[in-house]
């Protein structure tokens, strides 16, 4: 007969206790990718604010200094749909300045005005030849440059890359501030 388990029994409060840190990591980790979705900064403060929030907390901790010029988003807040892509684009340039840039220095300008929003994030690091990179492969190489244009064009808009070994990279994304857009309509194509 077996004996009965009770509060007491040093196993059954192990697998407890580790049930319950995994509970709270879960937790943890849910809120963080909620924040991720859709930063609280972006929210409160604007796409300025979590650009470059997002840029110094990336980049600084690596030794990579960050400057910003923003002219116009206090006048002219972006769309909701804009700000995101924007967002989400900049923290894919600026984790690869971080990875593979071996940059020393990093500039983010942000303009928005009534017709439009124009980002652009250039490095000093060791640049590559964008001539080569003319589809994704195996290893991923490539994938951060498809979907940044994608996601520029799902809003109406378009991205660019310049770079060239020795010379740094500089991603330009610029889209345009249509009724459409300011209004929250869908800028897909029908098919």
Known sequence: MSEARGITDPEFINMFDKTQSLATYAGTEIVRMMKELRPTLLDELGLAAAVNRYARDTLEPHGIEVETEIIGMDEFRVPSEVEVTLFRISQGVIGNIREHSEASHAHIYLE???????MII?????????????????????????????????VGGTGSVVSKPGAGTEITVNVPLTEDIANGKDTGTDS
């Open 112 to 118: 928005s005005n009534d017709n439009e929003c124009i």
């Open 122 to 154: 250039k490095d000093d690091g060791k640049g590559f030849d964008v001539s080569k990179i003319t589809q994704v492969d195996r290893s991923g190489r490539g994938a951060g440059l498809f979907i940044m244009k994608e996601r520029a064009e799902l």
